[in-house]
């Protein structure tokens, strides 16, 4: 019985702890092994869960589609220099992460006249958009993959060049999804990121909508992706190029 008192006394203190740091409940009951942590208290742009120090922002869902196709956009993104960029070859298969109404997959379609683009989104409406564009525009090289929040849904070792324009920082689960498309690459396949640069207070866009290179490069690291380099030529947006080791060529350098 002589314990008893004490027990007491641990049991306020630990509960104390709890109250007046409500974040540590959350990361108390997540395992040892979690990369993610919740925040009960966050940023009302995102979804309270932070990955590697970043908030996962919110996804634009399928009604903010018209903002994708708008006509300002090549003034505001060029994203004709991002096709420009990627060097692709005619055979390559291109994975569009996040393809949203395929705006990106229906212009570097075109380049891969014996390849294809893999529209990749975790919503169907939005894959319902990328069908009727496709009969629209008689493109048929574009193939509708429906991903889940965990698993971009590709076949080990398939593709070329996996691409995210604005959509990565979005991610609900970014480690899943990554360590998905790093075996769903070829030895060689690269990674390209384009995000709004996070170091530019200046660019109009809301914080958890935009990331620093850093960030990134953390990020990639960690699913083992190797950072190639970055290219700085958009307005407002970073464009970021890893690639999946080749073990055999990495040993060579």
Same mark, same amino acid.
């Given at each position: ?5 004490? @027990?007491?006394? $641990? /049991?306020?203190? !630990? /509960? ?16 040892? $092994? $979690? #990369? ?10 995102? !979804?309270?869960? *932070? *990955?590697?120090? +970043?908030?996962? =922002?919110? #996804?634009?869902?399928? $009604?903010? &589609?018209? %903002?994708?196709? +708008? ?23 291109? &994975?569009? !992460? ?7 997959? @229906?212009?570097? &379609?075109?380049? /891969?006249?014996?390849?294809k683009v893999l529209a990749v989104d975790v919503q169907p409406e939005m894959l319902e958009i990328i069908e009727l564009f496709k009969k629209e525009k008689n493109i048929t090289n574009v193939e509708p993959v429906l991903a889940t929040l965990t698993d971009p849904n590709l076949p080990p070792e398939s593709v070329d060049l996996a691409?995210?324009?604005? =959509? ?15 075996? &769903? ?6 990674? #390209? /990121? ?8 200046? !660019? ?22 190797? %950072? %190639? ?20 060529? @990495?040993?060579?350098?």
């Amino acid at each position: 019985m002589s314990n008893f008192p004490h @027990f007491i006394v $641990t /049991l306020v203190v !630990i /509960l104390s702890c709890l109250l007046l740091n409500p974040t540590l409940t959350a990361q108390a009951a997540s395992s040892s $092994t $979690t #990369v993610y942590e919740q925040h009960i208290i966050h940023n009302p742009d995102g !979804i309270g869960k *932070y *990955y590697m120090g +970043r908030e996962i =922002a919110k #996804v634009m869902g399928y $009604t903010g &589609a018209g %903002w994708l196709e +708008r006509p300002r956009r090549e003034g505001e993104e060029q994203p004709s220099k991002v096709v420009n960029v990627l060097n692709l070859k005619p055979d390559d298969v291109v &994975a569009d !992460i996040g393809a949203g109404t395929g705006y990106l997959s @229906f212009r570097i &379609a075109p380049l /891969l006249t014996a390849g294809k683009v893999l529209a990749v989104d975790v919503q169907p409406e939005m894959l319902e958009i990328i069908e009727l564009f496709k009969k629209e525009k008689n493109i048929t090289n574009v193939e509708p993959v429906l991903a889940t929040l965990t698993d971009p849904n590709l076949p080990p070792e398939s593709v070329d060049l996996a691409l995210m324009v604005d =959509a990565y920082h979005e991610l609900e689960y970014p480690q899943e999804v990554m360590q998905g498309i790093v075996k &769903a690459l070829k030895p060689g396949g690269r990674v #390209v /990121l384009v995000e709004y640069r996070g170091e530019n207070p200046f !660019i109009l866009i809301k914080g958890l909508h935009k990331m620093t290179q850093k960030q990134v490069r953390k990020e990639m690291q960690a699913v083992g992706l190797i %950072w %190639w380099e970055t290219k700085n030529l958009l307005p407002q947006q970073h464009l970021i190029v890893f690639e999946k080791p080749d073990s055999s060529d @990495f040993l060579t350098r």
